[in-house]
């Protein structure tokens, strides 16, 4: 018997700019999404300045959601979608990112997205910011810049007031620690510089922070959540220096949840940014509202772990991100080269509990691979295996370790293009959609196994885990 909350939420997460595709229709303007080339597990992503002809940009067709949104959700419904969590488009609202009046066509389509949810009774998640920075904000600097977050604001309460009632659950940034590892992504900032990144990590706190705040002011019902990217981490050995290692690159993405959790900056982090003569760009009140705009939940990405010791530098390097000098040989690996390791997600559960004692979501969990498509099927085993193998882990964290988890998205219901690589054959969905890496196909939608597989985990609770 495995044991999920009765009211526990089952369903999937996608993001805008990997989705929707029409990347220019109805108002919109470029984001920095927009400005990612194709790459793949070996060619880097290159960020263009503009969109340069002859050269292919994979979220501008995506798997064109925009057009197939009806048919989409339709099928979400029929896996039996509790929750969706989407991301909302900040260039459909405001192209430039910096308008002082949203683009009332852009909203039109989250209306009508919300229309077709609510018919299915599926209750949405949303994700304000998810590697979605309008392009317009590059002449400010992006985040590095305290305007910036004016914009921001502007843009989340829009959104707060106009989805008040509809809208209940809120995350304020994606992978917010992943300004340490991939900052264009995250925020539009391409620097290597440590003073830059650590100015709009603190940037995108205290906009987060004055969210929370607004969104509970605006109604109290509202919960708004943080949302971790997993970097979860095992000491290389029992050398005391490979244990001291893993705490510091532990430190390097926690402070991260700390802020967000706790409304302040760890300890670790204030000496650290003294050493390296890094001032904060702190204005009066910031530190109340750090204080004041501590989020209602914790919600995490999980796909890996890393090993870390007396080698690892800070912070994570390599093609995806995820290479941190050493290698597990106890677990297997993806194509892509990410680990397997579905116990991780039981540690991951319990290290952040323990941490902070908040309701916790895994908002992000999947595989990546190459699927066939024969007769009009695709038999993805090794997906049932790998998304099984993790919900056993999260039924054992829920039933013996006692931690609360609100529910479960899976990480791309429907194929859509990966963020690293931008590449569609890398896919991760219960739905397969004939579209390959450079956006020929026919967009068509089907069915695989592990879409049957997932209804019934839903309609049973998991009991068919
Ligand atoms: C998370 C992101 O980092 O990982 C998603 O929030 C992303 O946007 C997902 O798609 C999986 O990574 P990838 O590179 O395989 O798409």
Redesign the pocket.
């Known amino acids: 018997m495995k044991m999920f909350p009765k009211d526990f939420l089952w369903g999937g997460a996608t993001?805008a700019n990997?989705i929707e595709g029409a990347y220019l229709e109805n108002g919109k303007g470029l984001s920095t999404a927009d400005v990612m080339t194709l790459g793949s597990h070996e060619k880097k992503r290159r960020i263009t300045k503009s969109v340069e002809e002859n050269e292919y940009y994979p979220s501008h067709n995506a798997i064109d959601f925009y057009h197939h949104y009806k048919e989409d959700i339709a099928l979400f419904a029929e896996m039996g979608f509790k929750v969706y969590r989407m991301s909302i488009n900040w260039t459909r609202i405001f192209p430039n990112g910096d308008e002082l009046t949203p683009n009332e066509e852009g909203l039109k389509f989250y209306d009508a997205i919300l229309d077709e949810l609510e018919k299915y009774h599926i209750i949405p998640l949303v994700t304000i910011s998810?590697?979605e920075t309008p392009l317009g904000l590059q002449k400010y600097g992006s985040w590095e810049n305290r305007d910036v977050v004016d914009c921001y604001i502007r843009f989340a309460l829009v959104l707060l007031k106009r989805y008040n009632n509809r809208i209940k659950y809120w995350l304020t940034f994606?992978?917010i620690n992943c300004m340490s590892t991939q900052p264009w992504v995250a925020a539009g900032i391409n620097s290597d510089d440590e003073r830059v990144r650590m100015t709009a990590a603190y940037h995108q706190f205290i906009a987060s922070a004055k969210v929370v705040k607004i969104a509970h002011k605006i109604n109290p019902d509202n919960k708004v959540g943080m949302m971790y990217?997993g970097h979860f981490s095992y000491a290389y050995s029992a050398n005391p220096d490979d244990v001291i290692g893993t705490m510091n690159f532990m430190h390097s993405m926690m402070f991260y949840c700390d802020v967000q959790c706790r409304g302040y900056y760890p300890q670790y982090k204030l000496k650290e940014l003294e050493r390296l003569h890094i001032t904060l760009p702190i204005q009066e009140g910031d530190l109340e509202i750090l204080k004041e705009g501590k989020v209602d939940f914790l919600s995490l990405?999980y796909?890996c772990t890393h090993v870390t010791g007396k080698k690892t530098k800070g912070i994570l390097k390599g093609m995806?991100g995820l290479d941190t000098g050493y290698k597990n040989t106890f677990l297997p690996k993806s194509d892509?080269g990410w680990t397997i390791d579905p116990q991780g997600l039981r540690y991951a559960l319990n290290y952040l509990y323990d941490r902070y004692q908040l309701p916790l979501m895994i908002v992000?969990n999947g595989l990546?691979a190459i699927d066939q498509l024969e007769d009009n099927k695709v038999h993805d085993t090794y997906r049932i295996e790998y998304l099984k193998a993790h919900l056993k882990e999260l039924s054992k964290a829920i039933e013996i370790d006692g931690i609360p988890v609100m529910g479960y998205t899976m990480?791309g219901p429907i194929d859509l293009i990966?963020?690293?690589?931008g590449e569609m054959k890398?896919r991760y969905g219960f739905i397969y959609v004939d579209v390959d890496d450079l956006g020929n196909g026919s967009m068509k939608r089907y069915k695989k196994d592990s879409f049957y597989w997932y209804k019934k985990v839903i309609e049973t609770n998991g009991q068919i885990l």
């Not at 990966?418 to 690589?421: E, F, I, W, Y």
């Open positions: 993001a990997q998810h590697f994606n992978e990217c990405s796909y995806n892509w992000e990546g990480w990966a963020a690293s690589t890398k």
